[in-house]
């Protein structure tokens, strides 16, 4: 019906437009996030870089098929079926980025605490670069095989998705049974639960540092006395000093179970916002047709489009960091626009009294 592709047409371009700024101010401001390690962030960047290109590029060319079906009349078949190729195509690639690079988030988070002191030498910025590469190298591939045989290419997409959502499924029943280990650790030896985990899940290297010269000092302190009351010092600086580095290590696990939140319900909202895609994409492919199941179908691509305007709110709501550097972001980019403004009025105020 003409009413509910005019209704999805002005929908989708308010959704464009919000994840297009909504992305834009993520990537000005994810380089001021330092709860992250640089290979973490450069994983969400890329993914939010993907839903600005969905924003800027995939969701203009929907909106140009939906224009185009309300003037079908008068519009040439074979342009409204090149350009819905093209959607198509821009679908799978940019849709299979994203499912693939949350996964390789998922992943991350959980090698966060596998690894421990390891993940900064094994995680590094090449191999997550390398990551990303053959994430593009396959949603690219999948997009292309469409082209050759759209039955081969739906297998693959669908493999693709299913082990991803499998990875990700295992990864968060298996990050807090580690996470709950890890704090059983640090409750029964902090020293050693902050030298293998601590930095990594927040902690700078400066902290580490100030601790284990404080743990130092104080042996020497005791080896130099060698006396009960320098021994009774030692201990209670150990004990102080344990004290310190729990207080230290309890904010950084609840950074980083925000980080993993984050990323969960981003996965979340993505199933939420493709399950009913896909589930309508079989059904008008095998047993129903007409225009009802056309217009559901449509009104499910658009649900699958609103994925990429909702991933940053969902970064601000889950990570405080995000949405302080997003506020100043953009109370900075206001500021600038009504001083631009001023300016403006100013010289075109000049200019007319020039001319009088």
């Not at 293998?196 to 284990?212: L, Q, R």
């Not at 559901?296 to 709501?317: A, D, E, G, I, R």
């Not at 600038?336 to 009025?345: D, E, G, K, T, Y």
């Amino acid at each position: 019906p003409i009413g509910v592709v005019a209704f999805l047409l002005a929908f989708n371009i308010v959704l464009s437009f919000i994840a297009s700024l909504g992305n834009a101010l993520l990537l000005l401001t994810f380089y001021k996030v330092s709860s992250l390690h640089l290979a973490a962030k450069v994983l969400f960047e890329c993914l939010a870089a993907t839903d600005l290109c969905v924003g800027l590029f995939s969701q203009p060319l929907f909106v140009t098929v939906l224009f185009l079906y309300i003037d079908l009349g008068n519009t040439d078949i074979d342009i409204v079926y090149y350009v819905e190729e093209v959607v198509c195509i821009s679908n799978y690639v940019l849709f299979g980025v994203t499912v693939l690079i949350s996964t390789a988030i998922s992943v991350d988070r959980l090698l966060v605490l596998l690894l421990r002191l390891r993940y900064r030498q094994v995680v590094t910025l090449k191999r997550t670069q390398a990551v990303i590469l053959l994430c593009w190298i396959i949603a690219v591939l999948c997009g292309l095989v469409l082209v050759w045989s759209q039955t081969v290419s739906e297998i693959v997409a669908f493999v693709a998705v299913v082990v991803s959502l499998v990875t990700s499924v295992f990864c968060y029943v298996k990050i807090p049974l580690r996470l709950q280990r890890y704090q059983a650790e640090v409750e029964d030896n902090p020293g050693e639960g902050r030298s293998n985990v601590g930095e990594d899940i927040g902690a700078g290297k400066d902290e580490a540092g100030a601790i284990t010269g404080t743990r130092t000092a104080t042996e020497e302190g005791a080896g130099v006395n060698g006396t009960g009351r320098g021994r009774v010092r030692a201990w209670t600086a150990k004990g102080s000093s344990k004290q310190r580095l729990n207080e230290r290590v309890q904010p950084n696990i609840k950074q980083y179970q925000k980080t993993v939140s984050s990323i969960f319900w981003v996965q979340l909202a993505l199933v939420a916002c493709y399950t009913p895609f896909i589930i309508v994409s079989i059904l008008r492919h095998t047993v129903l047709s007409g225009s009802a199941i056309h217009a559901l179908w449509l009104f499910t691509k658009t649900l699958v489009y609103l994925n990429s305007s909702l991933n940053p709110f969902l970064y601000c709501w889950k990570i405080t960091e995000v949405r302080k550097a997003v506020k100043d972001t953009a109370r900075a980019f206001c500021c600038c626009s009504i001083n631009f403004l001023r300016i403006f009025i100013l010289i075109n105020k000049e200019s007319l009294n020039a001319d009088k």
